[in-house]
């Protein structure tokens, strides 16, 4: 598996691009990228996805922050509604890091996947019509509703291994905030999300009796955190940059096609 880390690094760049241009953490290419390694190498099915994710989770709280900073320093961070979104997202981060190895991955990734595509159809027909943000009108939800809401959001991006942009970036745009502030507060939530994701499933793995391989503390994989880290910190400001300067109709698009392959990737997960 050591022999995998120029690929670590390969994944963490890419990874690094998607954290600050869509807002989306990176654990869509680190999971599946991760579950073909630690297969390639024999490690036991019993393990093969806590540790993907929790190594993805780890990954993704070091380029979410890295993101985090790009986007706020471009003033594209709405911290009211990352204030009212993080205490439910934390109460579904645990549940779900928790209780992610009973609950069915199958119902979870249906609904994502649903969800995901309905989305990504979404922004197509926008770009088709040349709506622009202005088309948007706030409906701020109520708080009781918007805690459930982020509450789910936070469980199923624990259990899936991702940071919730693909989620939280078009929750946020529905309630009316611009594309590029819901990509920047969507990043800034992000981190905090896989932080404490990334924890408990080191706790989780360090109490367990399955045997872990070499260079591992819990469900995180050392030598793929970092190899991914180092890549993802170089290429995480290029991304928000990147996404400051697209025009707003090809990030659209971008999206579109981002969400659609997340989207795909769930489908073998």
Known sequence: MLQALPIYVATGCAAGYLAGLFGVGGGIIIVPVLVILFKAAGISPEILMPLAIGTSMAVVSVTSLMGARAHYANGNVDWGNARRLLPGVLIGVVAGALTGSYVSHGILAGCVIAFEMGVALMFLAQVMRSQEEGAFREKPLPHARMHFISAFLGLVSSVV???????????????????????????????PL???AAFIYLLTGSMGHKPLPPYSLGFIYFPAFLGCVIGGIWTTKHGARLGLKMNLRLLKLAFALILLGAAGKMLFI
Do not use: D, Q
């Open 194 to 196: 896989s932080l404490v």
């Open 161 to 191: 291994g991702i940071a919730g942009g693909t989620l939280f970036v078009p929750f946020l745009n529905f309630c009316g905030v611009g594309l590029r502030k819901a990509i920047g507060t969507a990043t800034a939530l992000g981190a």
